[in-house]
């Protein structure tokens, strides 16, 4: 049977024309929506109803936690995907967090919940998220073909921010509503079911060798091998920029800390008011996805631009109150962050070798997480003792630094050598898509 050459501006988008990336697809939405809804509605709940006194330390605490999984399974995660099949890998995690939701929801409906548990539970979520989204973005290749692969990425990059929009908009919504034991339920429903998903689909390549098999094979797997610290020690230019943003993201990541604590003590709302900051962010960074690969400049001139203009966000919502300033303050700082990840990803997709990226993503994640326990106590700590504003002009002047020195780095020159793998361009940039 022959297919009708279609053109290609009425060509049926890849999740609704590929089953299997549709499929995975919509279990990454369903996983990265849980893990943000979990996130805000308990983040909320400890600053509106669970503590009374030291708000921010508990609250930056929660989120210290939600994030160590990321940095110190870094390792741990990067054998497994590159052994594993990453079907069961994706399985795997999507299951186990499914299975702590669903204990936490028992607990939290049967008793009062202790704050320890709504700590442990957020933990082993973030472990199961920690090995699902460099699985799954290694997994790309798998799933569609050669000429799809820039549009599976842009979807699959997108979704965090879709995800993490619907999330961050449901959690306070539903802890006022339903407190933390709706919240787990709709957490436990949304990982089994990606689960499930996940399960009903055949990825390309057969599971990878178990490691007893690779024992007797030491000179064709040595390349393979390479630690996390030999990958980022080839890759000089890619390091400087990871560290740039890495001192950028301590800045950054503070606002999900702020954010209750402003609503709470400067607005002095409620949970829907959450919900509209968190959608703000959201919506802005879903729009930065989508418009990030037409946005122009030299990658690291542009990131430096973005940077400074998150920088002048947060200062204006810092020396000016109300609902709706810090909302559209949040839509500018949303954008940039979404244009930075489709530029910045793109460029690594390119530079990285394909037998180094299963080692590279989970390092990334673990590289650009590792300031975020940091921000998240540093800043939990300072808002009990400064107001919410003041940590919103703390923020701002944080960043002006790390976009100074983004705009000093220099690009390799055009005929300096490259990674083996990056001598032929990706498809997402010879496309001219950077997504």
Same mark, same amino acid.
């Given at each position: 049977?022959?297919?009708?050459?279609?053109?290609?501006?009425?060509?049926?988008?890849?999740?609704?024309?590929?089953?299997?990336?549709?499929?995975?697809?919509?279990?990454?939405?369903?996983?990265?929506?849980?893990?943000?809804?979990?996130?805000?509605?308990?983040?909320?709940?400890?600053?509106?109803?669970?503590?009374?006194?030291?708000?921010?330390?508990?609250?930056?605490?929660?989120?210290?936690?939600?994030?160590?999984?990321?940095?110190?399974?870094?390792?741990?995660?990067?054998?497994?995907? !590159?052994?594993? %099949?990453?079907? $069961?890998? @994706?399985?795997? +995690? =999507? #299951?186990? *967090?499914? /299975?702590?939701?669903? &204990?936490? !929801?028992?607990? %939290?409906?049967? $008793?009062? @919940?202790?704050? +320890? =548990? #709504?700590? *442990?539970? /957020?933990?082993?979520? &973030?472990?199961?998220?920690?090995?699902?989204?460099?699985? @799954?973005?290694?997994?790309?290749?798998?799933?569609?073909?050669?000429?799809?692969?820039?549009?599976?990425?842009?979807?699959?990059?997108?979704?965090?921010?879709?995800?993490?929009?619907?999330?961050?908009?449901?959690?306070?919504?539903?802890?006022?509503?339903?407190?933390?034991?709706?919240?787990?339920?709709?957490?436990?429903?949304?990982?089994?079911?990606?689960?499930?998903?996940?399960?009903?689909?055949?990825?390309?390549?057969?599971?990878?060798?178990?490691?007893?098999?690779?024992?007797?094979?030491?000179?064709?797997?040595?390349?393979?091998?390479r630690t996390l610290r030999g990958i980022l020690a080839d890759l000089p230019y890619v390091r400087r920029i990871l560290l740039c943003f890495t001192a950028a993201n301590l800045f950054t990541t503070a606002v999900f800390v702020v954010i209750p604590l402003y609503?709470?003590?400067?607005?002095?709302?409620?949970?829907?008011?959450?919900?509209?900051?968190?959608?703000?962010?959201?919506?802005?960074?879903?729009?930065?996805?989508?418009?990030?690969?037409?946005?122009?400049?030299?990658?690291?001139?542009?990131?430096?631009?973005?940077?400074?203009?998150?920088?002048?966000?947060?200062?204006?919502?810092?020396?000016?109150?109300?609902?709706?300033?810090?909302?559209?303050?949040?839509?500018?700082?949303?954008?940039?962050?979404?244009?930075?990840?489709?530029?910045?990803?793109?460029?690594?997709?390119?530079?990285?070798?394909?037998?180094?990226?299963?080692?590279?993503?989970?390092?990334?994640?673990?590289?650009?997480?590792?300031?975020?326990?940091?921000?998240?106590?540093?800043?939990?700590?300072?808002?009990?003792?400064?107001?919410?504003?003041?940590l919103c002009l703390i923020q701002a002047a944080g960043l002006v630094p790390a976009a100074c020195a983004l705009a000093l780095l220099r690009e390799p020159a055009p005929d300096a050598p490259a990674p083996a793998a990056a001598a032929e361009p990706s498809p997402?940039?010879?496309?001219?898509?950077?997504?």
């Open positions: 049977m022959t297919a009708t050459p279609v053109d290609a501006g009425h060509r049926l988008p890849l999740v609704l024309r590929n089953r299997a990336f549709g499929t995975v697809w919509l279990g990454q939405v369903l996983t990265q929506a849980a893990v943000r809804m979990f996130q805000v509605g308990v983040s909320w709940w400890l600053i509106a109803y669970a503590v009374s006194g030291g708000r921010g330390l508990a609250s930056g605490l929660f989120m210290a936690v939600s994030t160590l999984p990321a940095v110190v399974l870094a390792p741990v995660v990067a054998r497994t995907v !590159a052994r594993f %099949a990453h079907r $069961s890998v @994706l399985r795997a +995690a =999507a #299951a186990g *967090a499914g /299975t702590a939701a669903a &204990a936490l !929801a028992v607990w %939290a409906y049967a $008793s009062d @919940l202790p704050l +320890a =548990a #709504a700590y *442990a539970a /957020t933990l082993a979520l &973030a472990a199961g998220q920690a090995f699902f989204d460099p699985c @799954l973005t290694t997994s790309v290749p798998e799933l569609v073909d050669d000429e799809d692969i820039e549009a599976a990425t842009g979807f699959e990059l997108s979704t965090q921010s879709l995800a993490s929009l619907g999330g961050a908009l449901l959690g306070a919504l539903i802890v006022d509503a339903a407190g933390v034991a709706g919240l787990a339920v709709g957490c436990a429903a949304a990982y089994l079911t990606a689960a499930v998903l996940i399960t009903t689909v055949r990825f390309r390549t057969t599971a990878a060798p178990s490691p007893e098999a690779g024992e007797g094979d030491e000179g064709a797997t040595q390349e393979e091998r609503t709470k003590s400067v607005l002095q709302d409620g949970g829907s008011t959450v919900a509209l900051l968190e959608a703000s962010l959201g919506v802005g960074t879903l729009i930065g996805s989508f418009t990030g690969a037409r946005v122009p400049g030299r990658p690291t001139a542009l990131g430096a631009c973005l940077l400074g203009a998150m920088s002048a966000a947060f200062a204006v919502a810092g020396l000016l109150t109300g609902r709706f300033v810090i909302a559209g303050c949040l839509v500018v700082a949303g954008w940039c962050v979404g244009v930075i990840g489709v530029r910045f990803v793109a460029l690594f997709q390119r530079l990285v070798p394909t037998a180094d990226k299963p080692g590279f993503f989970a390092v990334m994640q673990a590289v650009l997480g590792a300031t975020f326990p940091l921000a998240s106590l540093l800043f939990g700590l300072l808002g009990d003792h400064l107001s919410a504003q003041t997402l940039v010879a496309a001219g898509g950077e997504r």
